[in-house]
């Protein structure tokens, strides 16, 4: 079963609630999807290594070959081509790797070479849970690249975590369009409540299951819990504004490993969540 943790914003705790959720159950990945700023493991502590690179084709042109038809750059509908008068212009940054631009070229003039994108990394040996993460080059924007070469190791016999990126954009979708089951992270606070709604419209038009992780809870006001309430969402977590947990999080130490009372109830939200699955299957049937 794949569970994705997502957040209408950053710094929601969506993070938080990956690692403590993924710590709790046993036989279980833990997949790092913020791959601009991947820090699950700055709580883990596991040594890394690199099992892939995330590669782009990118096309190299024969100027020499090219009769300045303007196929290519016609056909380009990222603009990564530029027709002039005596040569074609290539923008790296923007090519998405199709590889249209190569087919279509009657000269031949276009060949496939290869842009790095970034990095997919692991723990080294037996770790639990079982870490991988992707790292986007600094600079690079094709985040849903390195996210999809990502899930590719996820493991269907297992339980997996996704911690997705902050917001609503396509890397979020690129993280939770396939999963089985999202998580939304939010606070009851009025930016916390508005990009709630944002991220609520976002898994209702992809149709994935979902509830609500309220973090912080006892800040704000009620404004997230009466809406769920009203909308018939789920709240599967209250996680309260303690101190303690606070200073742990400061500190790089996931809580559940300091108050073990907290294993219990990540592992009573993922048996809620089991029964949400449940009841929306039998419902189907």
Same mark, same amino acid.
């Given at each position: ?138 600079? /690079? ?5 390195? !996210?999809?070469? @990502?899930? $590719?190791?996820?493991?269907?016999? =297992?339980? *997996?975590? +996704? ?62 819990? /009466? ?5 018939? !969402?789920?709240? @599967?977590? $209250?996680?309260?504004?303690?101190? =303690?947990? *606070?200073? +742990? ?37």
């Amino acid at each position: 079963m794949k569970i994705a943790i997502a957040s209408g914003k950053g710094g929601t705790g969506k993070t938080t609630v990956s690692l403590n959720l993924a710590l709790s159950l046993s036989d279980v990945q833990l997949f790092d999807c913020d791959v601009e700023e991947p820090n699950c493991n700055l709580f883990l502590g596991f040594g890394l290594e690199k099992v892939e690179d995330v590669v782009c084709p990118v096309p190299v042109i024969n100027q020499e070959k090219c009769s300045i038809c303007r196929q290519c750059s016609d056909f380009c509908r990222y603009n990564a081509l530029a027709a002039l008068p005596d040569r074609i212009l290539f923008f790296p940054s923007l090519c998405h790797g199709c590889g249209g631009c190569a087919v279509l070229c009657s000269e031949k003039a276009i060949r496939e070479s290869e842009r790095s994108l970034g990095v997919i990394e692991k723990a080294k040996g037996e770790s639990s849970p079982e870490f991988y993460r992707g790292l986007l080059n600094i600079g /690079e924007t094709m985040t849903s690249a390195v !996210i999809k070469t @990502l899930k $590719k190791y996820v493991d269907d016999r =297992k339980t *997996a975590i +996704l911690d997705a990126p902050p917001g609503t954009a396509c890397p979020v979708i690129a993280s939770i369009g396939d999963v089985d089951y999202c998580v939304l992270v939010t606070e009851s606070t009025p930016f916390g409540f508005h990009d709630l709604r944002l991220a609520v419209d976002v898994v209702r038009s992809l149709k994935v299951p979902f509830g609500v992780v309220i973090n912080r809870w006892g800040l704000g006001d009620s404004r997230v819990e /009466e809406y769920c309430k009203a909308e018939g !969402i789920s709240i @599967l977590l $209250k996680i309260p504004n303690n101190l =303690k947990i *606070a200073e +742990l999080y400061s500190r790089g130490i996931p809580f559940v490993q300091e108050m073990p009372e907290w294993n219990e109830k990540f592992r009573g939200m993922f048996e809620a969540i089991k029964l949400q699955l449940a009841d929306t299957e039998e419902a189907r049937t």
